[in-house]
């Protein structure tokens, strides 16, 4: 029987961390998110508010746990925290030999701060803490985004031993030229050691059938890359300002998601 070439492990193997950019209680209880990691190299799980919000509203996976929150009273804020808190504490127990094995390398689980306080460094920090506390794993990844107000808080939880995760890095003032990319090729297009890809189920399950590498894509090609950018100035397009506006969307998006997700929550407990 002809065997078939394990590109997951490919890709592994060329020093790309691939994480599920997708998590739900039905994964956890199901046993697919140890499969993932057992069958498919996913090394950590990332979340955002939209993932949240469409795990709620699929199915009764969080039936008991509404129930409950609504008999306490609770506020949907802290709702939407011990809901979060809850799946992700999980997803970080059945990755933690991977943590372990690693040295902390790979093998964590990325939690949002509340997008709504992308420039409130103060409010940012104080949330951070309270999910760093709330979920009480090592290998947990406090995700803040990378507006000005947020890098002063998260030069801060780093300093108090909170490991953070930060998103919206578009511009090189930012972080070194990371920019995301949303489509399947961005998987064998980025591939470097030290990159950490994370990929929706649908989008490893392709690469795992037919992806096809090509080595490290990254070093070696930064006249090219430069010269695309000197292109676009001489076209009139501002890199400065593209950036600019990429920030300002994705907050926006993230705090729109954010405030899905708390309406997704309050009618379900209302429910209950």
Known sequence: ??????????LSAAGVAVWLDDISRERLTSGNLA????????????????????????GSAYKEQLGELALRGVSVGEASRDITAYDVRWACDVLRPVHDATGGVDGRVSLEVDP??????AKTVAEARALWWLVD????????????????????CLAEGISVNVTLIFSLERYGGVIDAFFTMYV????????VNTMPESTIMAVADHGELRGDTIRGTYAQSRKVFDDLAGLGISYDDVVTVLENEGVTKFAASWQELLETIETEMKRE
């Open 137 to 156: 794993r090592p290998n947990l990844f406090i995700k803040i985004p990378a507006t000005r107000a947020g890098l002063p808080a998260i030069t801060q």
């Open 35 to 58: 499969a993932l990691v057992r069958d498919r190299h996913v090394v950590g799980v990332t979340s955002n508010p939209t993932i949240f919000d469409h795990a709620l509203s699929h």
């Open 188 to 195: 064998v297009e980025l591939v470097a050691p030290g990159v």
């Open 1 to 10: 029987m002809t065997s078939h070439p394990d590109h997951l492990a490919e």
């Open 116 to 121: 709504r306080l992308a420039n409130d460094t």
